[in-house]
């Protein structure tokens, strides 16, 4: 009877993965033995000043005084698939009744040769671009936050953007503006509609910071962008290095900025990062990067240290108020033969760099286990075969414990009740 039991409580968490409920409850009660949610907690932020303004922040929203909050959350290929974060994104986006944010910093991966989330659609024809990443050291190019361009090959496209796909969301995103980032070797390109029923209620360019937005009459879902090349120089170059959906509502945008195999390394030659994380000043800024870092032959604590450190510091300076909350890696196998002992080496590293920043951990390392613990995740279909990403209902027990962590902070740093916070975060379906 008991086996039949976590058969069927498995099974509807499958379900409920797919669908982006709260399952968290419903896995505890089958796989609590392999989740250590002691550690699923935001370690230091109850002394740190940065914390206490972003909750301030976030509290302010939630009572309805009207307010964008800015988060970033950075990573590598748990972060490019969006899975987790998006899970995150929709709770915090539909916490109140009245906020109906944007959908924020997108990229469109197919262009690039490599995979989209799966929440939003942005298509063309791929056959006439070409996908420089950050993370592949053969690559070269002008990268911003997103950490990937697109180059445009031939002569002009169209490039289809939908702001949502395949995912039920509570509040369907609209947008009136779109801006366009992109790296122009030559001012011959053009950008017009797609679609003789659509017109442009303006379009601008801002050179310095490398981008273009195009403002709509009204708020839409979807819309048809055409990029011609008017220079025919065999050297002018049109690249896409992000590009954000924009309205006019409150609300939390949040940003998943992800590129498969990134590392600090990656980020690191982003030579535009800085200018456009000026553009945003974050509220919130989540680090998940480190899998790819200490899956490096010569990984080294300190240089990992550094390039974290250097990070932080950039962030500061973009907005000195900044909440950073460093997240330490899942545990995973190098090369599908043995456990990473390098996390471990991590774990210190970042939780002294929260200390010295007064920023905050969210130790999922720990969470799991620990060292070899990503076999026990795999063994209860929560990993793939490779032991480094997760499947559907991994990821949404991931996504849930982030939350969880998220609220439970929030609720003690605010003086609200515990669990009132969350009780409602449970009550959202996307």
Avoid at 51 to 64: H, M, N, P, V
């Amino acid at each position: 009877m008991r086996k039949t039991l976590i058969l069927f409580l498995f099974f509807t968490a499958g379900i409920n993965a797919s669908a982006q409920h709260y399952i968290l409850d419903s896995i505890l009660l089958v796989h609590g033995q392999i989740i250590h949610k002691e550690h699923n907690t935001f370690a230091y932020a109850d002394s740190s000043d940065s914390f206490r303004t972003f909750f301030g922040k976030l509290d302010s929203l939630y009572e309805g005084h009207r307010k964008n909050i800015q988060i970033f959350h950075i990573g590598g290929s748990h972060i490019q698939a969006d899975f987790y974060s998006n899970k995150v994104r929709e709770y915090l986006r539909n916490i109140t009744p009245y906020t109906h944010s944007s959908r924020g910093l997108i990229f469109p991966y197919r262009l690039a040769g490599t995979n989209n989330p799966l929440n939003y659609n942005i298509t063309g024809n791929s056959a006439l671009w070409k996908g420089y990443r950050s993370s592949l050291s053969r690559d070269t190019a002008s990268w911003g936050l997103c950490g990937i361009a697109a180059t445009l090959l031939g002569k002009e496209d169209t490039i289809r953007i939908k702001a949502n796909r395949n995912v039920q969301v509570k509040s369907p995103y609209t947008f009136n503006k779109i801006r366009l980032f992109a790296v122009s070797d030559s001012p011959g390109y053009s950008i017009t509609p797609a679609d003789t029923s659509m017109v442009f209620a303006g379009i601008s360019f801002n050179t310095a910071e490398g981008y273009c937005e195009i403002s709509f009459p009204d708020t839409v879902k979807e819309a048809g962008l055409v990029i011609r090349k008017n220079d025919t120089s065999a050297h002018a170059r049109f690249s896409i290095t992000g590009l954000e959906l924009l309205n006019d509502f409150p609300g939390v945008i949040y940003h998943s900025v992800g590129v498969n195999g990134a590392s600090f390394k990656s980020y690191n030659r982003c030579n535009l990062f800085y200018e456009q994380l000026k553009m945003y000043k974050p509220d919130l800024f989540i680090v998940s990067i480190g899998t790819n870092d200490a899956g490096e032959k010569d990984f080294d604590p300190e240089k990992y240290g550094n390039y974290y450190d250097s990070l932080i510091r950039t962030i500061k300076s973009a907005n000195p108020e900044c909440a950073i909350l460093l997240t330490v890696p899942n545990d995973s196998y190098y090369r599908k033969k043995h456990p990473n002992r390098n996390t471990g080496l991590q774990q210190t590293v970042i939780h002294e760099l929260a200390r010295k920043h007064g920023q905050a951990v969210w130790d999922f390392y720990a969470i799991m286990g620990g060292l070899g613990s990503s076999q026990q995740w795999y063994n209860r279909k929560l990993m793939v075969h490779d032991r480094v990403h997760f499947t559907t209902a991994g990821y949404s027990v991931k996504g849930d414990l982030l939350i969880t962590a998220l609220i439970a902070q929030w609720e003690k740093t605010t003086g609200r009740e515990p669990g009132s916070l969350l009780n409602r975060i449970k009550d959202i379906h996307e």
